[in-house]
Structures are given as C-alpha cells and as structure tokens.
C-alpha cells in the first residue's frame, strides 16, 4: 500500500471523529403545507466522506496504473537491454573468429585470446567458441596444394602458426585447472582434437572431468606433449587411432578414477610415452593397440582399481616396462596379445596382489619377450 494511500486514509479519519463531536442542531418546526420546503442541505460531514473517499479511490487508481506503466517500460527496457547485449557478443564472435583467420601470426594470437575471453563471458555459446579454437588446432599448419595432400608455404609462417596452436593449447588447459573459477571453468564441455597434429603443447593439470575429449587420429610427433599431473574423472575420452610416432608424450602422475580412457588401434611407434600414473576406478583401454618401436613405460604406475586391457595388443618392437607398477586391485588383462619381437617387462613389481592375466598357463609358461618376477610371487588371497 503506498505512503500517499495511508496519509489519505489518516485525513479521512481524522476528520470523522472530528465532526462526530460536532452537537446536532435543534431540529426546526415544519413549514406551513402551503409552503414549499425546498432542497434539504447535506450534511457537511456527508460531503467530505463522499469528496475525500471519490479522491482517495482516484488516487488509488492513479498509483496502480502508473505502476502497471512503470512495469511495462522496465520489462521493455530490459528487453532492449539483452537485444543490444547479444548484438554486441555477435559482433565479439565474428572479430574473433576474424582474427583467427587473419595471415598475420600476431592477429592470430589476438583472436584466441579473443575467442577465449568471449567464450568467458558468454555462457549460452560457450561451447560454439570452445569448438572453434579446437577447430583451429585441426587445420594443417599450410594449406594445402593443387594435388590436395601436399602442403605449401614458407617454413617461418609454419614455426609461427605453431605458436599459436601452442598459445591455444595453454589457454584451453588453463581453463581446465582445478583452481579455475567455476563461472570461467571450462570442465564438461566436449573438446574435439580429431585428428589434431600435435607437435608440442603442455595439458599439464587439467582435469578432463566432463564432457567428450576426443584425440581419436590425433597425431603426436615431435616435441614434448605433457599431461602430467591431468586428472581423467568422470570424462570420456579418446585417443583411438591416435598415432605417437616422435617426441615424447607424459602421462607421469597422471589420475585415472572414472569415465572412460581409450587408445583403441592406437600406435606406439618411435616415440616414448609414460603412463606413471594412477589408474583407480577408470576403464582404460590400449584394446589392438600397436606398439612396434620406442618405449612405453608404466614404471611406478598404480592399478588399483577399474580396468587396464590390453586384449589383442600387438607388441613387436618396443619396450613396455611395468617394473615398480603397483597390481593391488585393477583387472589388468593381456588376453590374445601378441608378442612378437616386442619386450613387456614386469620382473620387479613393487606389488604383486593382483597380477595382469594372460592366457592359461602363460605365467607359468611365459612365451619370449614376456618378463616376469623370479621367483614369481603368489598373488595374495
């Protein structure tokens, strides 16, 4: 009820305990029949009652229709207000993306920090400006010539294209560290790197807790590529297909408890990739992977929970070393793999409670290649 309302409503009140304290007149004598009585005068009393309540509810009235008007510009108002705020994003978004398409290395690089600051401020499309700079990391670093598979361009424009794929690289994982903000945090949202070159880049930390990761044909060759210390929890993500054929690729502290992990058909073939990690309560899967030169190296991993399969694995080549692994509760089988020329190193675990499993009677009959604890000791009840 507005102030106006209740000072009238006081007035009124007010007034009429005041003429009820006003004595009643004698009444007069009746006229003559003969004489006209005329009008009959109201009562004052009457007269203001009927003025002040006829301005009161005209008050009233006035206060609600201006309120109703009040609300109707407000909501028109702000209206307007998200019109001009999605026109001005739209416009972000096509500067951006503009910048990442620019031939200059330096507009480049503006535009992922352009891309990624809008997709900060811009939650309904995030995940639009989070596939874009993924999609940039997809395109070759030339572009590619009349027969379509040979690239073309100047070996500088190549090394400068490269450091912006790494500047997107570092913007997206810090988006997905623990002590993002969560209104910022980029966790759960789907990140496609298919078939993706990477040569370098550093996902050190991130936590792939949501969402779909694919590295499906994705390639890793040549420099370093970290994921040391990332966390896999709850997330699916994928590496099938994926190549690592150079340079080195680190999984070291790395945790897997949750979601889904695969390198299905993946090939490990001159490169060295380390997997010292955690594996508790997440599917891992390197299901016909192939690894036929470098070095894959699970030394002073954990399995201690979930599944680690290497079913249908081909080894023959490379070195993959599980010395100071810890088998305490993964299921870790190596069913149908095939070693041929390849070496798998398990001779001094650090803990034997839970051993891989291998076809019947290949751990008391290892075939060549498979190195296994001497004497072998009993898994624990």
Known sequence: MSSTYRANMTILTSLLEYVSLVSTPTPSVS??????TGSVSSPLWAILVVGLGGGLLGGTGVYFGARRSSRSLRESAEKSLEHERIRLLNERFSTAAGLLGHDKAACRLAGVHAMAGLADDWAE???TCIGVLCAYLRMP???L???????????????????VRLTVIRTIRDHLLRDTPPETSWCGYDLDFTGATFDGGDFSFAHFSG?????NGATF???????????FSGSEVGFTGATFSGGKVGFTSATFSGGEVSFRRAT????????????SGSEVSFYKATFSAGELSFIGATFSGGEV??????????????????????EVPFHSAQLCGGVVDMRDPADWSRPPSFDDNLLTTPRAGLLLPDPLPKPKP
């Open 268 to 279: 490990f073939s001159g490169s060295e990739v380390s997997f010292r990690g955690f594996f």
């Open 221 to 231: 060759s040549g420099s370093e590529v970290s994921f040391r210390g990332a966390t």
């Open 309 to 330: 399969s290497f079913n249908d694995a081909v080894f023959s080549g490379s070195e993959v070393s599980f010395n100071g692994a810890v088998f305490s509760g993964s």
């Open 141 to 143: 670093y030339y572009p």
């Open 211 to 215: 969402g779909k990761v694919s590295f």
């Open 31 to 36: 006229p003559p029949l003969n004489e006209s």
């Open 145 to 163: 010539g009349p027969d379509g598979g040979t690239p073309v361009g100047d070996p500088a424009d190549g090394q400068a294209n490269r450091e």
């Open 125 to 127: 499309r995030r995940q």
